[in-house]
């Protein structure tokens, strides 16, 4: 794993009048959020929250409404002030740095995406996504060039003289993608950015945003409430309660080994095809016993990332085991009935 371009360590935030006492007692007592509530009438948004994201992925958070994930977010860029714990961007203390820095780091390393994207109604399209760059001082030159760059990225030529008015939610959306893209950030926060769109254009964009983040190698806090859209475009997942993260894993580890029953009530009922892969389920060649006859150097191959889905649709044609490959060697044996065991879901 890549260094980490972004570090959360214990990092927390009560809201109310006697935050002090609050965090004391909590560092003292141990106490719950309702607790806490119900002792001093302050409101824990965040406790203890730790993760580090490698440059490149992308790292999504969710939960159920009131669960933190928002409050943690604006934390990363210091829209929101946390009580105690450490945060680094980029390898600076974002604790550190006085007003003047901070705007800086948000201008040029920092974009955000919000599910209401606020643009400016009296801006056209070209002037919304541009505005980042006027903050900086570009010249008006430069401004438009970014923008119609940032506007092709999105699939958006063409509506340059448009207003917010005359878009639609997801072009809107667009826009706003667009307008966090244009001063170049090497991060990007993106708040349940398509939650309020329409399920198909929802699909379309998902799509477009993880081509372009792999294409320009941004590194991405993605907050969600649906572990589908979580599961689809997260390299890692960290599911958030009572202002905790309770798990943070792959979506494959996440969804096969959930850590407690709120989580296990988050994965019910999602399917493993597409989540479980072959050196999940594998038995190693060394511990795997061939039945009398059977022949392993006649068994059909599959590359160890190979998915649930994958794997039975090669099933179907043999009657032989699969044997697993990594980087040319065999490496595990895949037979029918271990197969059927990681499609049930059963310990692996």
């Known amino acids: 794993m890549s260094e980490p371009v972004i570090k959360l360590h214990g990092v927390w935030k009560i809201f109310g009048a006697r935050v002090g006492e609050a965090m004391q007692a909590i560092t003292r007592d141990g106490l719950t959020k309702t607790q806490v509530l119900e002792r001093f009438g302050c409101v824990v948004g ?3 929250c730790s993760f580090e994201v490698p440059r490149g992925e992308i790292f999504c958070v969710m939960g159920l409404s009131g669960s933190g994930k928002s409050t943690m977010v604006r934390h990363v860029n210091r829209l929101i002030e946390p009580t105690t714990g450490r945060i680094e961007v980029l390898g600076r203390d974002v604790l550190a740095l006085g007003e003047g ?4 780091l948000r201008a040029a390393h920092i974009g955000m995406v919000f599910q209401h994207m606020a643009l400016f109604p009296h801006r056209t399209v070209r002037d919304n996504v541009a505005f ?3 903050v900086q001082g570009q010249p008006k030159s430069k401004r438009w060039e970014v923008s119609q760059r940032c506007l092709s990225l999105v699939n958006l030529d063409g509506y340059e003289d448009r207003f917010p008015s005359e878009l639609s939610g997801g072009m809107q959306q667009r826009v706003g993608l667009a307008r966090a893209l244009a001063s170049d950030p090497e991060v990007l926060l993106m708040d349940e950015p398509f939650s309020a769109l329409d399920p198909l254009i929802r699909r379309q964009l998902q799509e477009q945003f993880m081509a372009l983040s792999a294409d320009l190698n941004k590194t991405t806090v993605f907050i969600t409430h649906d572990l589908d859209e979580a599961i689809r475009i997260g390299s890692r997942i960290a599911i958030m309660k009572d202002g905790r993260i309770v798990q943070t894993g792959t979506p494959e580890e996440i969804v096969t080994n959930p850590i407690d029953d709120y989580v296990r009530d988050f994965v019910e009922g999602i399917s493993t095809l597409k989540l479980v892969f072959a050196h999940t389920i594998m038995a190693r060649i060394g511990e795997y016993r061939p039945r009398p006859g059977e022949d392993l150097g006649l068994a059909p191959r599959a590359a160890h990332d190979t998915d649930l889905s994958g794997l039975i649709d090669l099933s179907t044609t043999t009657d032989q ?13 895949v037979d029918k009935a271990t197969l059927l065991k990681g499609i049930k879901g059963g310990d692996h």
């Open 101 to 104: 820095e901070l705007r800086k």
């Open 46 to 48: 965040i406790a203890d």
């Open 321 to 333: 085991p699969i044997v697993i490959t990594d980087g040319g060697r065999d490496v595990g044996v």
């Open 132 to 134: 980042p760059l006027q």
